[in-house]
Nanobody, 127 residues
Framework: QVQLVESGGGLVQAGASLRLSCTAS????????MGWFRQLPGKEREFVGT?????????MYAASVKGRFTVSRDNAKNTLYLQMNSLKPEDTAVYYC???????????????????WGQGTQVTVSS
């Protein structure tokens, strides 16, 4: 079992930056790949980015956020981060962190590969 708690969401203006955190407990954090997803109003939950197990792990991003968002982790603090820069109104969504028990390289963008989820944190970007 892995328990995940997101924090750091809020209301910001377009062009601003925001950093989300996700604190994990339960299973050894350094043994699991982690991802960020988001759910825009009225839309399906979608992949944002993912990082493999190590602190300097491999990352992958959705095309819509690549170059603006950065996923990172600190295994000593059991924490996953999502640094969001140059935010746009279309980034407004509920953001979720999730834990993937299998190999990082196997369908890392597929929502069904992630077994444990946080409760989500709202990010609102005003124009």
């Amino acid at each position: 079992q892995v328990q995940l708690v997101e924090s750091g969401g809020g209301l910001v203006q377009a062009g601003a930056s925001l950093r989300l955190s996700c604190t994990a407990s339960g299973q050894s954090f350094s043994s699991i790949s982690m991802g960020w997803f988001r759910q825009l109003p009225g839309k399906e939950r979608e992949f944002v980015g993912t990082v493999s197990r190590s602190n300097s792990g491999d990352t992958m991003y959705a095309a819509s956020v690549k170059g603006r968002f950065t996923v990172s982790r600190d295994n000593a603090k059991n924490t996953l981060y999502l640094q969001m820069n140059s935010l746009k109104p279309e980034d407004t969504a509920v953001y979720y962190c999730a834990a993937k028990l299998g190999s990082f390289y196997y369908n890392p963008r597929l929502i069904e590969e992630y077994k444990f989820w946080g409760q989500g944190t709202q990010v609102t970007v005003s124009s």
